[in-house]
């Protein structure tokens, strides 16, 4: 019986050194996943899956669009409060053109490079941007600097006059001037003032004041839209209103 205990704590102690020697033997992420049963995983996946978020990751999420969505607004009624009152002219306009479903689609005449090329600050600005060939590259900003004129008359009033066109916003103008932002795309620049919504109770009306305009020239061409915008010290414009023939549109 001696014997037999012996042998049998013998073999107990063999059995231990031997697991103890194979668990020494492993490293703890294989150890870890020996004694991980099938049913261990699946418990601990049906937690993971069914622990709310943090509110953290709920919140900022939720921030951003709210962020996006109002930024919007208060954009508009930043350039609106801080604004300069500036009064743009349009380039003759084919009657047929202006009207686009329920869009006003406007061109003016500092939109063409024709007219920036005249003003000062235009080959400096070409120097700085252009690509091989000698054009202005695509995306190119720029600021037209317009000039007030006196009206004198308490009709449509008189369009700023574009006098100069730089690659820099201006840190300082005089009181009658004012410096407008644009990007130059497709052989235009654009300056975000182009498109405008008509609501359906003006929309048949200024179509009838186009057309009575364009019957009184020999064309076919109405002349132009006086187009009234808010400029913000950044250069961006917003549309407050705009005159075809002596009537005045609000936006």
């Not at 208060?74 to 202006?98: C, D, H, M, W």
């Amino acid at each position: 019986m001696k014997n037999e205990s012996s042998e049998s704590a013998k073999k107990s102690e063999s059995s231990k050194s031997s697991e103890s020697t194979k668990n020494k033997s492993l490293s703890p992420e294989a150890e870890f996943s020996e004694k991980l049963t099938f049913r261990d995983y699946l418990l601990a996946t049906e937690q993971r899956a069914n622990k709310p978020l943090p509110i953290g990751r709920l919140i900022l999420p939720l921030a951003i669009q709210a962020g996006i969505i109002f930024a919007v607004p208060f954009l508009s009624a930043y350039t609106n409060l801080t604004g300069k009152e500036v009064i743009l002219q349009t380039v003759p306009v084919n009657s047929r053109n202006v009207l686009q479903g329920n869009s006003l689609e406007l061109d003016y005449n500092i939109s063409r490079i024709s007219t920036l090329r005249r003003l000062s600050g235009w080959q400096e600005l070409l120097r700085r941007n252009r690509d091989r060939n000698g054009q202005l590259i695509e995306g190119t900003t720029l600021y037209v600097i317009l000039q007030e004129q006196p009206s004198f008359s308490r009709g449509v009033p008189r369009a700023w006059r574009p006098v100069r066109v730089t690659s820099n916003q201006p840190r300082s103008l005089p009181t009658n001037q004012a410096a407008l932002k644009g990007v130059y795309q497709d052989g235009y620049v654009q300056y975000g003032i182009e498109n405008y919504n008509v609501p359906d109770e003006e929309r048949q009306q200024i179509n009838n004041d186009v057309s009575q305009a364009v019957r009184q020239t020999r064309d076919g061409q109405l002349r132009s839209i006086i187009v009234k915008v808010k400029v913000d010290p950044q250069g961006k414009a917003m549309p407050v209103s705009l005159w075809v023939r002596d009537r005045n549109y609000q936006f």
